[in-house]
């Protein structure tokens, strides 16, 4: 992992819901699951919110870089080797 705090790590630690999360946020709670997932990136002003709401500890660059990752993880062997 890239990052230092994952969104799903902020959210064990401190104990909060997804659907608390995303009441927050203005935001669909399944929207916020697949963000927290890494299986969608939120908008620039999502991330910035997270942001914001996690005291910096999970940082916008922190999407992008999670999806990065298990977009890798998912690519077949051959598209890596290439």
């Keep these: 992992m890239f990052c230092d705090m994952t969104l799903a790590d902020w959210?064990?630690?401190?104990?909060?819901?997804?659907?608390?999360?995303?009441?927050?946020?203005?935001?669909?709670?399944s929207f916020i699951t697949r963000v927290k997932n890494g299986d969608a990136m939120p908008s620039i002003e999502v991330a910035a919110e997270i942001q914001r709401i996690t005291g910096g500890e999970v940082t916008a660059i922190d999407h992008v870089l999670i999806a990065q990752e298990r977009a890798a993880r998912r690519a077949p062997a051959e598209m890596v080797a290439a």
Excluded at 11 to 29: I, N
């Design 11 to 29: 959210l064990k630690r401190e104990g909060m819901t997804v659907v608390a999360l995303a009441k927050e946020l203005g935001r669909d709670p």
